[in-house]
Nanobody, 123 residues
């Protein structure tokens, strides 16, 4: 059974940092890409960052470039999203998702999803 479990969300002041984790199980991690997506209240879910476990290639949305860093620990089957210089507009539920092979920025390309973790950035 494929499982993706997010953790690390919370409440932080603007300018602060959080590190999200996505622990994966039930599939061959090296063959999959992991994406982070977020959904703010009243808005559509959007792509944040993705990584291909096979070669470490990454993608970042323009809104988070230079502030967020995605990384993968293949030995632990875990992907991290380090979020620095957080802004109130980063407030959302953050989801990780998995798809075979290389990353894609579209959420429609992902087959498996976690339950999400809340990130709240206060001004």
């Amino acid at each position: 059974e494929v499982q993706l479990v997010e953790s690390g969300g919370g409440l932080v002041q603007a300018g602060g940092s959080l590190r999200l984790s996505c622990a994966a199980s039930g599939f061959t991690f090296d063959d999959y890409a992991i994406g982070w997506f977020r959904q703010a209240p009243g808005k559509e879910r959007e792509g944040v960052s993705c990584i291909s476990s096979s070669d470490g290639s990454t993608y970042y949305a323009d809104s988070v470039k230079g502030r967020f860093t995605i990384s993968s620990d293949n030995a632990k089957n875990t992907v991290y999203l380090q979020m620095n210089s957080l802004k109130p507009e980063d407030t959302a539920v953050y989801y990780c998702a998995a798809r075979r092979m290389r990353w894609r920025s579209s959420q429609a390309e992902y087959d498996y999803w976690g339950q999400g973790t809340q990130v709240t950035v206060s001004s």
